[in-house]
């Protein structure tokens, strides 16, 4: 039973809200559209011109009425996509330590290096940035 009520009432707002919504478009000047209009230019007694969409009034004198046609609104057009190009590989410079002890930590980091900037060549325009972000969690780890 409640449930019954509770969609009721949400179909109601919903169809108020599409109700209201077409009778603003209803309502609306549509875009496009090109209005014309009637330009007076008036001289009043003390040598005052004015331009105006209405006529002169009584204490000015009409120096003359033109109808005018306001010009559309330019269409901007669509931005051309750009190709998108692959970035340049980055070079993979490696220091190499000439001590034993720290020859296998440069090795793991350089090859977590070269493995993270693989995957990102290979998947370049569809990697997420939460893989990216693992990508260099795992290089600072090996890094460390």
């Not at 109601?12 to 549509?30: D, E, I, T």
């Not at 410079?93 to 793991?108: F, L, Q």
């Not at 090859?111 to 290089?139: G, K, M, N, P, S």
Request: contains cysteine; charged residues 25%.
């Amino acid at each position: 039973m409640r449930t019954a009520t509770i969609k009721r009432g949400i179909s109601h707002r919903v169809s108020a809200l599409v109700r209201a919504v077409l009778m603003l478009l209803a309502l609306a000047p549509p875009l496009a559209a090109v209005h014309a209009a009637t330009l007076f230019k008036c001289q009043a007694a003390d040598a005052v011109t004015s331009y105006q969409s209405a006529p002169c009034a009584a204490n000015a004198q009409q120096v003359w009425q033109r109808d005018v046609t306001a010009e559309p609104v330019p269409r901007v057009a669509a931005p051309r996509p750009q190709t998108l190009r692959r970035a340049a590989p980055r070079s993979k410079t490696v220091r190499v330590r000439t001590a034993a002890t720290g020859t296998a930590h440069v090795n793991a980091c350089a090859r977590a290096r070269a493995a993270a900037e693989e995957e990102r060549d290979r998947h370049w325009y569809t990697i997420t940035f939460d893989r990216l972000r693992q990508l260099d969690d795992t290089v600072a780890r090996a890094c460390k």
